[in-house]
């Protein structure tokens, strides 16, 4: 559960973002398609007993997986996001990139595991040069070939 300052804010960046919907609506809360949800800060400072809450502590992300990644990226850029890096390659192949949501979480997006072992297999390496490559198991690289 994120707490937010705008839910509505929120909510329609997670929909034009991810293409998520609100599944469960109960005003102060509303929870998304995948499970994520969301939490008015009015509401969670009733709940804690505090008001003291922060935001953009970069001390937690939110992470989603996308399977075209390049896609996903490409659609980024019509929208004003704020990046916290551009797209990084980390050293075992996936791809990512990091950015801040309407208060400031990190969100993380990756390219799905089993895609950055099919790239690499479809680019002519072989199963065990992928498994060093992304320092996986051989059972990992073979149950991505099924």
Known sequence: MLVVTDIDKSVE???KVFGLHVIMDFGANKTLTGGLALQTSETYKEFIGTSDISFGGNNFKVYFEEDDFDKFADRLKEYDIEYVHPIIEHSWGQRVV???NPDKHIIEVGENMKIVC???LNSGMTPEQVAERMDVPMKFINACMR
């Open 13 to 15: 960046f997670y929909k």
């Open 118 to 120: 099919k790239r690499f």
């Open 98 to 100: 990091r950015f801040y």
